[in-house]
């Protein structure tokens, strides 16, 4: 049941990544799957540089926000340096309110999803920015080849028209850039065959 979990997060992951980069073309600073952005609430007028705790990618975690948090707290704790927006995502054909955390003065950064029942919490978390790095410092923009160094690749698979490598230390999903990989050849892709030189264009932790 949890590696089905999984598997239903990527693949929605990947869908709104895909929206993601038709939306880009039209809308600076836009990320996966958005409408037209709300204006940004600007946290603070003085430019303050993020540290690099808070551009960190970890499972579960991205800078201060993490999976499960409430996002009506996450909304009122945005520290000095970040801007926050609402956004409007389509999911299985419903739209859904998501909500864009970027350092200021930068065009991307973290595109929070929810899921609500009696609250709301912080569902998954998409990393669209360079900005943010992992421990080991790979982040969107880097090859293939030097996130297996350091995270080891469990799965590759497409998963709704994307290509996607699953870490094994698990939480973490890279979305790929096949845009370099004939189009019959990647449904036989594995951890192992996946060219070093393939770029990552975003970063799904959940």
């Known amino acids: 049941m949890i590696i089905k979990n999984i598997f239903y997060a990527i693949l929605l992951g990947v869908g709104m990544a895909a929206c993601l980069s038709q939306n880009d073309q039209?809308?600076?600073?836009?990320?996966a799957g958005t409408a037209a952005e709300q204006p940004v609430t600007?946290?603070?007028?003085?430019?303050?540089?993020?540290?690099a705790d808070q551009l960190r990618i970890a499972p579960g975690k991205v800078g201060f926000v993490t999976i499960s948090d409430d996002i009506?707290?996450?909304?009122?704790?945005?520290?000095?340096?970040?801007?926050?927006?609402?956004?409007?995502?389509?999911?299985?054909g419903t739209q859904a309110t998501a909500y864009i955390i970027r350092p200021e003065n930068e065009a991307k950064g973290i595109l929070v999803e929810q899921q609500c029942d009696a609250d709301c919490k912080v569902w998954r978390l998409n990393v669209?920015?360079?900005?943010?790095?992992?421990?080991?410092?790979?982040?969107?923009?880097?090859?293939?080849?030097?996130?297996q160094k350091?995270?080891?690749?469990?799965?590759v698979?497409?998963?709704?028209?994307?290509?996607?490598?699953?870490?094994?230390?698990?939480?973490?999903?890279?979305?790929?850039?096949?845009?370099q990989i004939p189009a019959n050849d990647r449904s036989r892709l594995t951890p192992e065959t996946v060219p070093g030189t393939t770029r990552i264009k975003a970063i799904l932790i959940y």
């Open 150 to 155: 350091q995270h080891p690749i469990n799965t």
């Open 72 to 92: 009506e707290q996450m909304r009122q704790t945005i520290p000095a340096g970040f801007a926050i927006a609402d956004t409007m995502l389509q999911q299985e």
């Open 26 to 31: 039209n809308v600076e600073g836009a990320t």
């Open 157 to 179: 698979t497409l998963a709704d028209g994307g290509l996607v490598a699953v870490a094994k230390d698990g939480g973490m999903t890279f979305v790929l850039d096949p845009s």
């Open 42 to 51: 600007e946290i603070t007028e003085e430019t303050i540089t993020p540290t």
């Open 128 to 147: 669209q920015s360079e900005k943010y790095k992992t421990a080991k410092g790979i982040g969107v923009g880097d090859t293939y080849e030097k996130a």
